[in-house]
């Protein structure tokens, strides 16, 4: 059974930096694609990014790009999501799941990790 917990996630400026980390369990993780999605309060789901299983190919939504960074350590089962130069339009839960896909993977999602950008 898939079982991902997210940690990480704070309050923090506008400007500021956090890094989320994602730990899973219960499946062959270095085979797995990863992504993080978040949802701002009224909000629908938006994807953010995706690491293939080795980690050699990376995607971004256009809203991230250039300020996020997704990696992984397959060692230690675990995925990053580093968040730069923080936008008040970032403020959203946060979560990762196992696969990329919309609907369909979303079920794999933890409990997600809050993040909150004020000044």
């Known amino acids: 059974e898939v079982h991902l917990v997210e940690s990480g996630g704070g309050l923090v400026q506008p400007g500021g930096s956090l890094r989320l980390s994602c730990a899973a369990s219960?499946?062959?993780?270095?085979?797995?694609?990863m992504a993080w999605f978040r949802q701002a309060p009224g909000k629908g789901v938006e994807w953010v990014s995706t690491?293939?299983?080795?980690?050699?190919?990376?995607y971004y939504a256009d809203s991230v790009k250039g300020r996020f960074t997704i990696s992984r350590d397959n060692a230690k089962n675990t995925l990053y999501l580093q968040l730069n130069s923080l936008k008040t339009e970032d403020t959203a839960m946060y979560y990762c799941?196992?696969?990329?896909?919309?609907?369909?993977?979303?079920?794999?999602r933890g409990q997600g990790t809050q993040v909150t950008v004020s000044s």
């Open positions: 799941t196992k696969g990329s896909t919309y609907p369909g993977n979303w079920y794999t």
């Open positions: 219960g499946f062959t993780f270095s085979s797995a694609d």
């Open positions: 690491i293939n299983s080795d980690g050699g190919s990376t």
